[in-house]
């Protein structure tokens, strides 16, 4: 059974950090990339950053460039989210997700999800 549990989210004010993290079981994690997503109240779930297979590569949106990191550790199975200097629309539920493709980047090309980890950003 694939499972993907994220944690590590909260409330912090505009400026702050927070470090998410996603556990996966349940399948070989260095088999897929790893990806971060986020959907805002009233709005759609959109790609937030991803890391490939053995971690070589990263990418990012355009608005989260320069200040979120992605990360993952194969021999934990684990992929990480620290998120700094947030601002107020970074407020969302964050979703970790994999993919069997390398450089995913659409919602379509996951296809297994987590719950969500909800992060609040105060001004």
């Known amino acids: 059974q694939v499972l993907l549990v994220e944690s590590g989210g909260g409330s912090v004010q505009a400026g702050g950090s927070l470090r998410l993290s996603c556990a996966a079981s349940?399948?070989?994690?260095?088999?897929?990339?790893m990806a971060w997503f986020r959907q805002a109240p009233g709005k759609e779930r959109e790609f937030v950053a991803a890391v490939t297979r053995t971690g070589g590569f990263t990418y990012y949106a355009d608005s989260v460039r320069r200040r979120f990191v992605i990360s993952r550790d194969n021999a934990e199975n684990t992929v990480f989210l620290a998120m700094n200097s947030l601002k107020p629309e970074d407020t969302a539920v964050y979703y970790c997700?994999?993919?069997?493709?390398?450089?995913?980047?659409?919602?379509?090309?996951?296809?297994?999800w987590g719950q969500g980890t909800q992060v609040t950003v105060s001004s």
């Open positions: 997700a994999r993919s069997p493709t390398i450089y995913a980047r659409g919602r379509n090309e996951y296809d297994y």
């Open positions: 349940g399948f070989t994690f260095e088999d897929y990339t």
